[in-house]
């Protein structure tokens, strides 16, 4: 939690605290504007543990007078489901996986180098995202083997993604087209 004290355009950190509870009952604070920001958790592109919550509000503290100050804290993170249907287990061979990338095609070179941020799901799980401005889209990629029909590779692009939206990719085998996976 941080409150600025603002002038104009320019604003100036006056108060910092790590934790909620740090934050006394109350605050004197001299008369004029000011902005409250807060924020939880870490902001990381990519992550498998860290959602990012930000929000702010401006204030006007008059000499003499109590003010109470409500900030809207809401998910920045949108977050990625991959959920694999215990058909995909049964029917292919361990070591298959989808990734996720913040891009409009799927580059292994450049998400090895890190030039691409991804997330790779080997499990059913949720996975966060902080979509760089400008950027609006998300490719996924999946990679399996079946004993029979040999390897199997589906990908698809997410357009129009938003922030602090859940999207849900589904992985199922499907027996009535062999080989093929149903999304």
């Known amino acids: 939690i941080k409150i600025y004290k603002v ?18 009952d109350y605050l004197s604070l001299l008369a004029g504007n000011y902005r409250a920001k807060v924020q939880v958790g870490e902001r ?29 804290c809401k998910l920045q993170s949108t977050i990625v489901a991959v959920k694999y249907d215990a058909t995909v287990a049964e029917k292919l061979s361990e070591g298959y996986f989808t990734t996720v990338a913040i891009a409009e095609s799927y580059d292994k070179s450049a998400i090895d180098t890190g030039d691409v941020l991804s997330l790779t799901y080997e499990e059913s799980k949720d996975g966060y995202v902080m979509m760089p401005e400008g950027q609006t889209s998300l490719f996924w990629h999946f990679e399996g083997t079946h004993p029979v029909e040999g390897d199997i590779v ?14 849900t990719i589904t992985l199922k085998y499907s027996k009535d087209a062999p080989g093929n996976l149903v999304f």
């Open 44 to 72: 990381h592109a990519v992550s498998f543990d860290t959602k990012y919550y930000y929000g702010e509000s401006d204030f006007e503290v008059t000499a003499g007078e109590v003010a109470s100050v409500t900030v809207d």
């Open 154 to 167: 589906k990908e698809g692009l997410i357009e129009n993604v938003k922030s602090a939206a859940r999207y």
């Open 7 to 24: 002038d104009g355009e320019d604003e100036s950190l006056i108060r910092r605290y790590d934790a909620v509870n740090d934050v006394p």
